[in-house]
């Protein structure tokens, strides 16, 4: 079982960058199709990005694509999410999470069987 820790989060100007780093341990997440979730006050989770297992596919949330970078570092344990260009509307809570069901990039929550605490984002204008 993997145990997933978040961190990078914090409070930054509209048009600023951010990295996240989801930190694993327990098991190596060369194991594991990872993503990136988040969520706003008042509304539901949603997608933001996904890396399959080996790392050679990712996929993205229409809202972020061309501004986020999901990457693995599997000699770190590590998961990152880049954040650039960021926006108001991309304030929320970030969750990383983790799935050995499948080997390809998931973008449905339901597919993730491993979460972290999340961190914060918070993006003014």
């Known amino acids: 079982q993997v145990q997933l820790v978040e961190s990078g989060g914090g409070l930054v100007q509209a048009g600023g960058s951010l990295r996240l780093s989801c930190a694993a341990s327990g098991r190596t997440i060369s194991s594991y199709a990872m993503g990136w979730f988040r969520q706003a006050p008042g509304k539901d989770r949603e997608f933001v990005a996904a890396?399959?297992?080996?790392?050679?596919?990712?996929i993205y949330a229409d809202s972020v694509k061309g501004r986020f970078t999901i990457s693995k570092d599997n000699a770190k344990n590590t998961m990152y999410l880049q954040m650039n260009s960021l926006r108001p509307e991309d304030t929320a809570v970030y969750y990383c999470a983790a799935t050995s069901r499948y080997s390809s990039a998931r973008f449905r929550s339901n597919d993730y069987d491993y979460w972290g605490q999340g961190t914060q984002v918070t993006v003014s204008s």
């Open positions: 890396i399959s297992r080996t790392g050679d596919m990712t």
